[in-house]
């Protein structure tokens, strides 16, 4: 129909679906969820420091 979204609408049976999931079932969904999880926010703060290294002057060059 004009103006649904399909994937909202996926998206709702999905959710549904996942809370009638006994929480044995769900939970190598989450501990996976939770590993890259940890990983992603370790990466983050990897680039985070990249990107300060990146913008902070370099000392030596700098003119007397």
Do not use: C, F, T
Not at 12 to 27: G, H, M
């Amino acid at each position: 129909p004009v103006g649904s979204n399909i994937v909202s609408e996926v998206a709702k049976i999905a959710n549904v679906q996942w809370k009638a999931l006994p929480s044995e079932e769900r939970r190598p969904y989450e501990e996976k969820y939770a590993e890259k999880m940890k990983a992603y926010q370790a990466a983050l703060e990897e680039h985070a420091k990249a990107q300060a290294a990146k913008e902070e002057p370099d000392p030596s060059a700098r003119k007397a």
